[in-house]
């Protein structure tokens, strides 16, 4: 459980069953190392941390995939019948069905077609392939190329699903692209319809297109290495963030799914295509999270908060930009700093918007911190309350801090081995109750309770599958740990812990651990 144990250190063991509590309860894995071996579908394996996918390969295994490698973004579908990952390393998106939080393995979508070149084996792109086992381990796209380059999904990191469930949605770094599917709503199946690019090599590919203004290599397109997409409340417009242009593009969505590109908007005086912004920053290196009555767009990035005003066409207006970094166009925070070294608000890369829309939480990588601030209700406008931080020097004064937030019961020194040691996922319940967390450092999810009316976080635990943030003696007393924690979290199921969902049900969280190429599950208290 993350409940607290007797032999923790720093957290309290709540009341049992209580709203918002995890226990794990297993993990999905496409490497050997983590599975012991690949298990047929709903086996269980006979050693190591995970069920292995039939198609499961060593680790460091060169020229084959397994269709998880890497493991990173989460989506559940509306009907919560499946569940789709990115595997940015395999340049693919795994496809699970789900029956009462149980999930089954039923294939993947790929760009990355390693039948061919130099390296590559010429039979099979999967290691139990090469030794007569299973079959490739994904089905191809029609473009895929040789390590997925130009094909529409190399190295595909994000996705976000349609309310009516007919449509799926990815950026693919790589392509400097936005991968659109359909999908079929009674089995879950994946349809690849193709993809829009800023780089004119992807656009020459068989089913891409590229946007007005792309450019051989994506940048100053608005498209350059895009990370983050949302789809506003309604599904009529759908918001892409560029980490290398440091750019918002818009896109209209018909009824079929298909998107037309329509603008940008960047930092400075624009990048190349994009209109500009004339004083601030247009923060796109993290998440992007609507608000719910669909009024507004926030986005982070490196130090800064972007607001945006959605006008009913669902074109983003920019509106003005928080930042931790004292020198920044933007607003500072009151703990802003040079740099933004210990303000708080430094590294973001997390952001979820309340339910109630009348809070915003964004988290920090870099010092291991998770920002509060006011959402009115009218314009949008956010006000700083606070941050809680793991990190000893972003903590309380008397502590030996700087000061802006105040301290997790879990908080050290550059937060090593505090449960939230390099923050990446931020997921917030249905019910508005709890806050999640993973933090990649310490393959640990975390969990905090919210008071509705206030806002305010109360840190109630941490799981870990490093042992080094387990129970003492051995561990820091931080988390409480997994079955399958191991030294520094390596091939336990949770390694480098990034993506984060939560059911629509609320009954099961689920986690990626990219370095295990694995899906971890957990079941959540109501």
Known sequence: MLAGTAGMLFAAAPAPGAVGELTYRDCITGEIDSSGAPAKRGATPTSGACVGIPTAISSGAEGFISGLGGARDIAVSPDGRSVYVTAPTDDAIA?????????????????????????????????????????????????????????????????????????????????????????????????????????????AGPRCVGIPGATSTGLGSGLNFPTALTLRPGDEALYVGSTSDDAVAWFKRARSGALTFKRCVSSGGGAGACDGVAVGEVAAGGTMAPSADGKNLYSVGSSDLTRFAL??????????????????????????????????????????????????????????????????????????????????????????????????????????????????????????????????????VGWLKRKQRTGELIFKGCISGDTDVGPAPAGSGACTAIPSASDGGNESGLDSARGITVSDDGRWLYATGAADDALARFRRER
């Open 95 to 203: 496809h699970f069905t789900r029956v009462g939080g149980k999930l089954t393995y039923e294939g993947c979508l790929s760009g990355w077609d390693g039948t061919i070149g130099p390296g590559k084996t010429a039979t099979a792109t999967t290691e139990g392939a090469a030794k007569g086992g299973a079959g490739p381990p994904c089905t191809l796209i029609e473009g895929a190329s040789l390590d997925g380059v130009n094909s529409g999904l190399d190295s595909v990191r994000e996705l976000a699903i349609s309310a009516d469930g007919r449509s799926l949605y990815a950026t693919a770094a790589g392509d400097d692209a936005v991968a659109r599917f359909r999908r079929n709503r009674r089995s879950g199946e994946l349809t690849y319809k193709g993809c829009i690019t800023g780089e004119a090599e992807t656009a």
């Open 311 to 444: 006008k009913r066409s669902g074109r983003p207006l920019w509106q003005d930009c928080l930042s931790g970094d004292e020198v920044s166009d933007c607003r500072e925070i009151p703990s802003a700093t040079p740099g933004a070294t210990d303000s708080g608000f430094d590294g973001l890369s997390g952001l979820v918007v309340s339910p109630d829309d009348r809070w915003v939480y964004a988290g920090g990588e870099n010092e291991n911190a998770i920002a509060r601030l006011r959402r009115n209700l009218d314009t949008g406008r956010l006000a700083w309350r606070d941050c809680l931080t793991a990190t000893t020097e972003t903590g309380p004064v008397m502590s030996g801090g700087s000061g802006a937030c105040a301290a997790l019961p879990t908080m050290a020194p550059e937060g090593e081995d505090s449960g939230f040691e390099e923050l990446e996922g931020l997921e917030m319940s249905a019910d508005g109750k709890s806050l999640y967390t993973t933090a990649s450092r310490d393959a640990s």
